[in-house]
């Protein structure tokens, strides 16, 4: 079935958006203040109603989204969440209109993007997998990394939307491109946690200023995303999420059994896995993935200092007195 996709432009465009969590209501935010006219669903109403108060119309659910929408998006938690917005009883697949193109932006199995674009091809709609990176501060801030798969005609039509709301937009290839790129991100980042999680343990142990040995090593071979924005959070032992600790763990599964059906062995991801699992079960899934800190400073048995409080109070903000008063403590 040949279908045009006309190409995304503010006042001619009608998107549907379904998700207001930690990155979804910002994102929407953006094309709101773009100008695009914009209907919204969240399974909690109250999420949406500072998006209605700029302008947005509610809809009832994921299939009144999709009914009057040129683009509908979604950016949900789990896939299972993905399935019933997309492909449920009232999802927005069966509601979208001939020429319409759905794009879920959840990070999500590559086979349910696969099986969404062949369900949205027999309804003459375009479908694209179009997962991010970048987390809360990307998403406020509108430079997100947009890891996109789908039909090249139905991606250019979203192109100008995914520019609104990120900085690198790559097109992978087709349908569930996305996902499998969004895979080799979160395997990337789980490993890179792990370490620089190690070293802020390691420096504290050693003695050095904390905020130094970030300052250090960030310039060199050694600075990455993870160091610049979440070992400052740690250190103001502040673990709000950026990105859940569960959602994180869902994400590592996926890779997991997608890397077993590939016959791969991937030991970094596993063990990062295990270390985060540990973090649900202790009671920290709502907690952001800076929260690692918590169980390695557990394997260590130590707690790096909250260098907020004591800046505050005047004292330094960390150094050798803290990791020598523990070890005079152990004997």
Excluded at 68 to 83: E, F, G, H, Q, W
Excluded at 193 to 202: A, D, K
Excluded at 204 to 227: F, H, M, N, T, V
Aim: net charge negative; proline share 5%.
């Amino acid at each position: 079935m040949s279908v045009r996709f006309p190409i995304a432009a503010p006042g001619s465009t009608r998107i549907g958006w379904i998700g207001t969590g930690v990155m979804g209501a910002s994102m929407c935010g953006h094309l709101i203040d773009a100008g695009y006219d914009v209907s919204v669903f969240s399974r909690t109403r109250s999420k949406a109603d500072p998006l209605v108060d700029r302008g947005a119309t509610w809809a009832a659910d994921p299939a009144a989204v999709a009914a009057d929408a040129d683009i509908v998006l979604s950016i949900v938690a789990l896939p299972t969440d993905v399935r019933s917005v997309m492909l449920g009883e009232h999802g927005a697949v069966a509601a979208a209109k001939p020429g319409a193109v759905v794009v879920d932006m959840t990070t999500s199995e590559p086979s349910l993007a696969i099986e969404i674009a062949e369900a949205a091809g027999t309804r003459g709609v375009g479908a694209i997998d179009a997962p991010v990176s970048g987390g809360d501060v990307g998403a406020r801030e509108a430079r997100l990394s947009i890891m996109v798969g789908g039909d090249e005609d139905a991606v250019r039509a979203v192109r100008p939307v995914f520019e609104v709301l990120g900085k690198n937009i790559l097109h992978l290839g087709p349908a569930g491109s996305g996902q499998h790129t969004k895979m080799s991100n979160q395997i990337l980042i789980a490993t890179t946690m792990i370490g620089m999680v190690e070293s802020l343990v390691y420096g504290y142990r050693a003695g050095l200023d904390l905020e130094q040995l970030i300052a250090a090593i960030g310039k060199g071979a050694a600075g990455c995303w993870s160091l610049d924005n979440y070992a400052p959070r740690i250190l103001r032992r502040d673990f709000d999420p950026g990105f859940f600790v569960e959602h994180f763990v869902k994400d590592m599964r996926i890779a997991l059994d997608e890397a077993a059906r590939r016959d791969l062995v991937l030991p970094g991801l596993a063990l990062a896995h295990q270390l985060y699992t540990s973090l649900v079960a202790k009671g920290h899934g709502r907690c952001g993935t800076q929260a690692l800190a918590l169980v390695l400073e557990e394997l260590c048995a130590c707690e790096m200092p909250d260098i907020a409080a004591a800046t505050s109070k005047g004292a330094a903000p960390s150094g050798a007195s803290a990791p020598e008063a523990e070890s005079r403590a152990r004997g």
